[in-house]
């Protein structure tokens, strides 16, 4: 007898492929694989699908480019950053051991270092002058003590100042006259002009005039001069002169970078 069956799926129907057109007469350039020709709009060849604009082969990189970091091709900034952050060191690095090898470079770096460092004051070992007045030795000029003095008879004595060793002259402190008192300071003459003569380590010499106002008390001067073993400083331009009357040097005091 007859059983019971499912009910069948439906099935679609094949569709049905109806052959395109197809003219040979295009007015576009043949293809560069099979020579058909191509309407000019194509991109791809209707016969063989070979692309009708084929690339050009990209340029040989230079000789740069073949060297780490920069060996790669740059796409879509695939380490453009890294090169660029290489490249940028590198040319700093070179600009800065370019300048460190000037000397000009070099004594801009000492002086600012001279800036941001501490100054501490050095002491030299042994004090010689031309020449002293009984009373007033020129140890007195850098015993720390302002209300002493060392007296001169007149201008182009020198006094001469050695150190232990070599150090970076940074200031100069003066305080002119018989003290830092303004009631004791005219009772002498003064300079008001001192020859300085700096010789380092090396025997190079630096000579600077420090021109001092004719007031009581300290003065500074900068002087930014390295490898210092011996000050030499010769008095000039006498002010206050009178016969009865010498020239006055309260304290000099020197002082190196910490």
Not at 22 to 45: E, K, V
Request: glycine share 8%; hydrophobic share 35%; with cysteine.
């Amino acid at each position: 007898p007859p059983q019971p069956v499912r009910p069948a799926k439906a099935v679609a129907q094949r569709p049905v492929v109806r052959p395109a057109a197809r003219t040979d007469d295009a007015d576009g350039l043949p293809c560069p694989a099979c020579g058909a020709p191509n309407p000019p709009d194509r991109r791809f060849c209707r016969r063989c699908a070979a692309p009708l604009t084929p690339t050009t082969a990209p340029a040989p990189l230079p000789w740069w480019r073949t060297t780490w970091p920069f060996r790669r091709r740059t796409r879509a900034g695939s380490g453009r950053m890294v090169r660029f952050l290489v490249t940028l060191t590198v040319v700093l690095a070179l600009c800065a051991a370019g300048f460190l090898m000037l000397p000009a470079g070099r004594h801009l770096l000492e002086d600012a270092r001279d800036k941001l460092g501490r100054a501490k004051a050095v002491t030299p070992t042994r004090v010689e002058a031309g020449a002293e007045l009984p009373g007033h030795p020129v140890s007195h000029a850098t015993d720390g003590l302002s209300n002493r003095y060392w007296g001169a008879p007149g201008p182009g004595t020198s006094v001469t100042c050695t150190f232990a060793k070599p150090f970076r002259l940074v200031d100069v402190i003066i305080t002119n006259g018989a003290s830092s008192s303004p009631e004791e300071y005219a009772q002498q003459g003064r300079a008001l002009q001192i020859d300085m003569e700096v010789t380092a380590r090396d025997g190079r010499t630096v000579r600077k005039k420090l021109t001092l106002s004719d007031k009581p008390g300290p003065q500074t001067f900068p002087t930014g001069i390295s490898d210092v073993t011996t000050v030499r400083l010769t008095l000039a331009a006498p002010a206050g002169s009178a016969p009865d009357r010498h020239i006055a040097l309260a304290e000099v005091e020197f002082f190196q970078r910490s």
